[in-house]
C-alpha cells in the first residue's frame, strides 16, 4: 500500500488524507501480520477505534485492502492486493502470504476470486511449537 496511491484515491473521491488515515496507512504499508482493527489502533493511536474501523472500511471500497474474516475471531486485514494465498499456524495464530501460483486451483470452475487459507505451522520455528503470537 504506496501513501501516494491512497492519496490519489482519495482525492479523486473528493476526500482528503486526514491526519488519522495517513497513520493508518502508512501503518498499514509496513505491516507484515495482518493486524486487526484493534490492533491498528493500539499502534496508531489514529482516533478512536470507530475512525480506524471508517477507515479500513473505506481502504476496502477503494480496492486498497482486503478483510480477512477469521473463524472464532477479530477479522484482520491484508493491504497486500497481489494475488496470494495464506497459512494460518495453528500454534500461533499468525497469517503468512503463500504465493499464488504455489497453490494449485481447480480450473474447470469458473470463479472471479478464489482465496484460499491453508492451516499448519509457520515457517518461524512453529512447526517445532511456539508460544508466541
Known amino acids: 500500500m504506496?501513501?501516494?496511491?491512497?492519496e490519489a484515491e482519495l482525492k479523486a473521491r473528493g476526500l482528503l488524507l486526514t491526519t488519522q488515515r495517513r497513520a493508518i496507512v502508512e501503518f498499514l504499508s509496513v505491516a507484515?501480520?495482518?493486524p486487526t482493527a484493534g490492533q491498528i489502533h493500539?499502534?496508531?493511536?489514529?482516533?478512536?477505534l470507530s475512525t480506524v474501523y471508517n477507515t479500513l472500511s473505506l481502504l476496502q471500497d477503494?480496492?486498497?485492502?482486503?478483510e480477512l474474516p477469521?473463524?472464532?475471531?477479530?477479522?484482520?486485514?491484508?493491504?497486500?492486493?497481489r494475488a496470494h494465498h495464506h497459512l494460518r499456524c495453528v500454534a500461533c495464530g499468525r497469517l503468512h502470504d503463500i504465493?499464488?501460483?504455489?497453490?494449485?486451483?481447480?480450473?474447470?470452475?469458473?470463479h472471479s476470486r478464489v482465496t484460499v487459507t491453508l492451516e499448519g505451522h509457520c515457517p518461524e520455528g512453529c512447526q517445532v511449537g511456539c508460544a508466541s503470537a
Request: charged share 25%; net charge negative; aromatic share 2%.
Open 2 to 6: 504506496d501513501l501516494t496511491d491512497v
Open 32 to 34: 507484515k501480520t495482518h
Open 42 to 48: 493500539d499502534a496508531t493511536g489514529a482516533g478512536s
Open 62 to 66: 477503494l480496492g486498497l485492502l482486503r
Open 70 to 81: 477469521q473463524p472464532g475471531g477479530e477479522s484482520r486485514f491484508d493491504p497486500n492486493m
Open 99 to 110: 504465493d499464488a501460483d504455489a497453490v494449485a486451483v481447480l480450473t474447470s470452475v469458473q
